[in-house]
């Protein structure tokens, strides 16, 4: 009787320190996640504003041209990265979509206490496009295939069509023609045109003029084409960097130990 009852309170102290221990581990996911956001939505935007820059940030430069094409290709770097981080070290397929979701709440911060109360920009001028239905697609391509060669070949794809495909609808009312000073341009046009901003010359562009529009006049296919191309540059170049500047010296220290 006496060793069951000590059985029982060693079991007892065992599930009090379990549970004591679980909620440290929690806190300190919690606690993690919540700093990571920070790095990862600083990391994301840089890039973001490094290859794409103007245009995904004004209404007027988000074209059927430029814009879905160099815009895949930079902002798929760094969900790349965490997306083999997390996959490899927790077989956790939501790297890109954990990176999507910092990256648009940065962006809508920024943007709404930067631009809009401070500079006085109204935020249909300045809205930031979201990435996010595109990161949950490439993760559950990721999860289905657990293949990163084929997330790279389909997922720049996936990437791009659906980045195009989810801010489309938020891009599309801008696009309707307007008579503005004798001249038919778009709402997005008009925009441009009241709200000046640098005093340089490529600010004052039309976004439906371009050399693609000899590809029978639809610049938008091809321009997905050539954006899916090279996104999967793109895709390579963060899993250069989650695997060669993150995991590798970690698993060297580890090593070491």
Known sequence: MAQAAID????????????????????????????????VAAAADITRLLFAGDWDFWTDWKDRQWWMTITPFATIIIPSA????????????TGATYTATCLFVAAWIGRTFQWHFFVNYP???????????AGILIDFLLLETRSFIITS??????????????????????????????????VADVQGITYIRAQTPEYLRVIE????????????????????????????????IGRYLSVWPIGRFLKQI
């Open 8 to 39: 029982v309170r060693a079991g007892e102290l065992r599930q009090l320190v379990n549970r004591k221990y679980r909620f440290i581990d929690r806190k300190w996911d919690f606690m993690f996640w919540f700093t990571a956001a920070f790095v």
């Open 82 to 93: 965490l997306q083999y981080i997390q996959w490899r070290a927790w077989r956790m397929p």
């Open 153 to 186: 070949v389909i997922g720049a794809g996936i990437w791009t069509i659906a980045f195009w495909a989810s801010n489309y609808i938020m891009l599309a009312p801008f696009l309707q023609p307007t008579t503005f000073i004798g001249h038919t341009l778009t």
């Open 209 to 240: 003029r371009g050399s693609l529009r000899t590809f029978l006049q639809e610049p938008q296919y091809v321009a997905l084409a050539f954006g899916t191309t090279v996104a999967v540059g793109g895709y390579w170049i963060g899993q250069f």
């Open 123 to 133: 935020m249909n001028f300045i809205w930031p496009a979201t990435w996010i239905p």
